[in-house]
T-cell receptor
Framework: AQKITQTQPGMFVQEKEAVTLDCTYD???????LFWYKQPSSGEMIFLIY??????QNATEGRYSLNFQKARKSANLVISASQLGDSAMYFC??????????????FGKGTKLSVIP | DVKVTQSSRYLVKRTGEKVFLECVQD?????MFWYRQDPGLGLRLIYF???????EKGDIPEGYSVSREKKERFSLILESASTNQTSMYLC????????????FGQGTRLTVV
């Protein structure tokens, strides 16, 4: 079974500053992927970034980067130059194959990010 | 654009009613999922399906069942709704392969009174 831990229920960041959202995971599967999603107050789930367990380089997508430390089993999300529109819930998820051989995502409890003007 | 559509945005049902939540995707995805989202608990997987008529229990399947008769449609069934099933329900779909992101519907906020 897979497990995701997000230890920060809520965080504040000043506009234009960088912020790191923590995520640690646990899995016995040698092949897995780490995902980050954003959920604004409107409720939609927006995919942000993905990192495969065998990827050598940290993933980046615009202002988002994933700080992947495999030995520590951590996959922190870094948002650079925060904007007011970044205020949202952020979920970390791990993707791995289930016992039936199908790929499924397990999510953490989320971190609520608030950007202060 | 991928579209995952849930039949209702808001739903109010009475205790003991049989409730159907419907989800349709238009991207020919093999995998479909039902999650439940509660404050402080994140998203918890109820059931998922990796093919027509195939299903697998997630972490919290008790009190729920699912149906997938067609590839594009995945239904969540509450056999006898209870107040502790009041929650936000999210449907998602994705390709079968590893690294495949899940695409989410807009969610159904279900209130059982």
């Amino acid at each position: 079974a897979q497990k995701i831990t997000q230890t920060q229920p809520g965080m504040f960041v000043q506009e234009k500053e960088a912020v790191t959202l923590d995520c640690t995971y646990d899995t016995s599967d040698p092949s897995y992927g780490l995902f980050w999603y954003k959920q604004p107050s409107s409720g939609e789930m927006i995919f942000l970034i993905y990192q495969g367990s065998y990827d050598q380089q940290n993933a980046t997508e615009g202002r988002y980067s994933l700080n992947f430390q495999k030995a520590r089993k951590s996959a922190n999300l870094v948002i650079s130059a925060s904007q007011l529109g970044d205020s949202a819930m952020y979920f970390c998820a791990i993707g791995a194959y289930s016992g039936a051989g199908s790929y499924q995502l397990t999510f953490g409890k989320g971190t609520k990010l608030s950007v202060i003007p | 654009d991928v579209k995952v559509t849930q039949s209702s945005r808001y739903l109010v049902k009475r205790t003991g009613e049989k409730v159907f939540l419907e989800c349709v995707q238009d991207m020919d995805h093999e995998n479909m999922f039902w999650y439940r989202q509660d404050p402080g608990l994140g998203l918890r997987l109820i059931y998922f399906s990796y093919d027509v008529k195939m299903k697998e229990k997630g972490d919290i399947p008790e009190g729920y069942s699912v149906s997938r008769e067609k590839k594009e449609r995945f239904s969540l069934i509450l056999e006898s709704a209870s107040t502790n099933q009041t929650s936000m329900y999210l449907c998602a779909s994705g390709y079968r392969g590893s690294g495949s992101e899940a695409f989410f519907g807009q969610g159904t906020r279900l209130t059982v009174v």
